[in-house]
């Protein structure tokens, strides 16, 4: 709906670029939505409109790379392009300012601040529209009920990641920062309520670790870790794949978690392991933590073991 289209009587309604308010909640409610279901979007903004185009600066859509659009920023002529550059920046996270024109239609220039785009159609006008990014957080899935996933659960968020906590018997409120608190283990509960492709951390610490570990294999994760020493990891992950558990993916569990770093109480543990997560995330991996403290007494700030570790057992 164009500005002109607006019946009078909604005047004082209009918010942004010439919305009525029915349509600004429907771009809010869509980005919302999206948000919630940690599906990735683009909003679109129309930054400069010249006649005859028929949308206004200001006017908005939230657009998925699936083609949806929510909002009003133009009719047919613009959505090819904009799908196209939407699909673009949800691939590599840059925003970009694009300029539809009356050229040659399928022209592409790049003048620099903006890429300009020839016309699809031939009833002109000009259209500069600001293509914004916004990716879902990165989750990670914290199993354990320990201090050093107490400890996850609360900085975790600080460097970008929606957490979710899982531990038998947890009590929602101990862990505010979490998204999403499942008080049991169980994965006929958690796995049809956790979507793929997370980062899990087992900081079970002693408590339920094969359950655990178990439950964290079945998540589709992208990288499980288990804040544990190579000696414990080792005779679990043994037992793991004598229980019939792929041993690939076994093989593939980061133990002991966390970048090597001379951590002893809970927080600084989780801080090495955090580490090494925000760097798999960014397609580096950390060195194994061999040297680092990574595991510690459920009920006790952890303690440097003897030499070179303070990973327990």
């Not at 997370?198 to 499980?224: C, F, K, Y």
């Amino acid at each position: 709906m164009s500005r002109a289209a607006v019946p009078e009587a909604n005047t004082a309604a209009l918010l942004r670029g010439g919305y009525p308010m029915s349509n600004v909640d429907t771009v809010l409610d869509a980005a919302h939505r999206l948000q919630q279901a940690g599906t990735p979007y683009a909003l679109v903004s129309v930054i400069k409109a010249l006649a005859p185009a028929s949308a206004h600066p200001g006017d908005k859509a939230v657009v998925t790379a699936d083609g949806a659009f929510h909002g009003w920023i133009g009719g047919g002529c613009a959505q090819p392009v904009v799908l196209r550059t939407v699909r673009q920046v949800l691939a590599d996270g840059h925003a970009r300012l694009i300029r539809i024109a009356p050229t040659a239609e399928g022209e592409e220039k790049d003048l620099g601040d903006v890429l300009e785009f020839g016309m699809a159609c031939h009833s002109g006008g000009t259209l500069e529209l600001f293509v914004d990014p916004v990716l879902p957080l990165a989750r990670l899935v914290v199993i354990g009920a320990s201090p050093v996933a107490a400890s996850l659960a609360q900085l975790a968020p600080r460097v970008g990641f929606a957490v979710t906590l899982v531990a038998q018997d947890a009590d929602a409120g101990a862990y505010p920062d979490a998204r999403q608190v499942f008080a049991t283990d169980d994965p006929a509960v958690v796995t049809p309520q956790v979507a793929p492709g997370a980062w899990v951390v087992v900081a079970t610490q002693g408590r339920r670790d094969l359950q655990a570990l178990r439950l964290a294999l079945g998540l589709g994760a992208r990288q499980v870790s288990f804040v544990a020493s190579a000696r414990k990891a080792q005779v679990l992950k043994a037992s793991l794949v004598a229980t019939g558990e792929n041993a690939d993916a076994v093989q593939a569990i980061v133990a002991p978690a966390g970048y090597p770093m001379p951590a002893t109480t809970p927080e600084e543990i989780a801080l090495s392991v955090l580490a090494a997560v925000v760097s798999h995330r960014h397609g580096v991996e950390a060195k194994p933590a061999a040297a680092s403290c990574c595991e510690a007494p459920a009920e006790l700030p952890a303690m440097p073991a003897e030499k070179s570790s303070c990973c327990g057992h």
